[in-house]
């Protein structure tokens, strides 16, 4: 195929089809393409004539695509990438004007602790945006990001996929909570033997304490795991339950009341928090304004 060639073929439908590369449903890919199940059936019988072969065939509940779908996917992924940032960077950004759609994904502390400070000044500077917040964490948001489901993510990061880029926020350090009124702060003796509770994604009992408890050859015991920070206080409310949290959370809590917030009682490492985006998107105007937002509302300076 030569570029004149090209004439013929609607890059709505090869948007379609990346979709359903990575979505592997036709119901899935309408929602995330705001369509009805209809156009995408229709998009993909058109994509099917325009490549002589199935691409996708049902295999359960999902859509496999065939090995011709896999080839064609490597080499579309990088094109489509190199189209969204030449235009973007022909498209000027106004905030107080676009209604540009942001799509971010969040660690749970992060959404909870440091997501308001920053609706508010977009909202001040930008009233016409719109934002989709997407639930994130290490292990999603390196495919969150490799398919454009986000195109940028805070939170504590892993490997990350060959198209995105990363930048230091903050480095934080854990803190205690508690709610019991018995004075002075809790000794190492104290906090092993104090019931726990833990904020955690997955339903796990464990985490980066029991790991640096496990080094000095102590222990605790979790009585508690719940799946997101807000209403933690209220649970530890009443109880001589203890929970370690992130400091910037940890400051949101206490300052709402009903819980204190402590140094722990062993030494801890801090922890990075990253800011991840879509490395075709780097140089897009309105990404950048986002992400200059974020690195001002999210980031800690003392603690770079």
């Not at 995408?40 to 779908?69: H, K, Q």
């Not at 390196?142 to 195109?151: C, H, K, N, R």
């Not at 926020?169 to 104090?194: E, I, K, N, T």
């Not at 990253?274 to 105007?285: E, I, S, Y």
Request: hydrophobic letters at 45%.
């Amino acid at each position: 195929m030569n570029r004149n060639d090209l004439r013929r073929v609607d890059l709505h439908l090869l948007i379609v089809f990346e979709t359903l590369m990575h979505e592997r449903s036709v119901t899935r890919a309408a929602e995330r393409l705001f369509l009805g199940q209809p156009a995408i059936s229709a998009a993909l019988a058109r994509l099917r004539g325009l490549f002589d072969d199935p691409l996708f065939v049902r295999s359960g509940r999902s859509m496999e695509p065939t090995s011709r779908a896999l080839e064609i996917a490597g080499l579309l992924s990088p094109a489509l990438d190199a189209i969204s940032t030449a235009v973007s960077r022909a498209a000027p950004f106004d905030p107080q004007t676009s209604g540009a759609v942001f799509r971010i994904g969040l660690s749970d502390d992060v959404e909870f602790a440091l997501l308001p400070p920053l609706i508010k000044r977009l909202r001040a500077e930008a009233p016409g945006v719109v934002l989709v917040i997407r639930r994130s964490n290490y292990l999603l948001m390196p495919g969150m990001l490799a398919s454009g489901e986000i195109s940028v993510g805070v939170g504590y990061t892993g490997e990350l996929p060959a198209n995105a880029k990363r930048k230091v926020l903050r480095r934080s350090q854990p803190r205690l909570l508690r709610a019991d009124l018995v004075p002075g702060a809790l000794s190492l003796d104290d906090f092993c033997a104090r019931p726990h509770a833990l904020v955690s994604f997955s339903g796990d009992l464990g985490g980066f304490i029991d790991e640096e408890l496990a080094a000095l050859g102590r222990s605790r015991r979790v009585v508690l795991a719940v799946p997101q920070f807000n209403g933690l206080a209220t649970l530890l409310a009443g109880t001589d339950i203890v929970a370690t949290v992130p400091d910037y959370a940890a400051a949101v809590l206490a300052t709402a009341g009903g819980v204190r917030n402590e140094p722990l009682p062993l030494p801890t490492p801090a922890f990075e928090l990253h800011m991840a985006w879509r490395a075709a998107q780097d140089n897009d105007p309105a990404e950048r304004w986002l992400r200059s937002r974020i690195q001002m509302f999210c980031s800690d300076p003392d603690s770079l």
